[in-house]
């Protein structure tokens, strides 16, 4: 997992002066932020680098951030902290239906935001000592990974590769990422690793209910079978 130095906030922000200011802030705060000013942007930079929580703004350009949300919980499970200029409770709670993990009427002090996004930082990295998927089941202090009784033999990097999958189940990540999150520096041409280590988890999953499926051109995805 990235350090606190190192997790990257997407800013959906279509407000000049808030996102800069936000971002800024952030950085303030050891963050790494990215910004973008439109939905489509956003969908665009998502596909490509997967951050570590996403501030959204309802009010959008081209766009409501609410059904942008709705479609983006079909295939991903990242933190996202509303923003929106409705506060009564019945925004807010449609808000959750939609998908947020909090939600931040405006007007609002940056050390709200702030606060807020430090929890569901917090909360997504909260690892169980022990994770079950079908049969297959994770020992995450011992780095051992089994299906049923049998152990995998998997060397740190697969391990890890897997419990990434397992955190981000049934969403698409690129090679470049996978290989970022596991090995810490950028994949360049080193793509022989990943598939290797890719292979091998895809051939320890056979009996598990799962497996590790790949779309073309987009990346690799843990699901259900």
């Not at 935001?113 to 998927?133: C, D, F, G, M, T």
Request: proline share 3%; net charge negative.
């Amino acid at each position: 997992m990235r350090n606190k130095k190192n997790k990257l906030i997407l800013l959906i922000e279509d407000n000049t002066d808030i996102q800069e200011f936000n971002k800024s802030m952030l950085e303030d705060e050891g963050f790494t932020v990215e910004t973008v000013m439109t939905l489509t942007d956003a969908e665009t930079f998502i596909k490509r680098m997967l951050p570590d929580a996403i501030v959204l703004d309802v009010g959008m350009p081209d766009g409501n951030g609410l059904n942008f949300l709705r479609d983006f919980r079909k295939f991903s499970k990242i933190p996202v902290l509303l923003l929106s200029g409705y506060g009564e409770d019945t925004d807010i709670i449609k808000g959750f239906e939609y998908g947020c993990n909090d939600y931040l009427p405006k007007p609002y002090a940056f050390g709200v935001l702030l606060v807020r996004l430090k929890n569901l930082l917090q909360s997504a990295e909260q690892v169980p000592e022990l994770i079950k998927r079908g049969s297959l089941s994770l020992d995450v202090q011992s780095g051992q990974a089994f299906t049923d009784d049998n152990d995998l033999l998997l060397t740190q990097k697969e391990f890890f590769l897997l419990l990434l999958f397992i955190q981000n189940e049934d969403t698409i990540m690129s090679a470049d990422y996978l290989y970022k999150k596991v090995w810490g520096q950028p994949m360049n041409r080193d793509t022989q690793a990943l598939k290797k280590a890719i292979h091998r988890l895809r051939s320890s999953l056979e009996d598990s209910g799962y497996t590790i499926t790949v779309t073309r051109r987009k990346g690799y995805t843990f699901e259900r079978i």
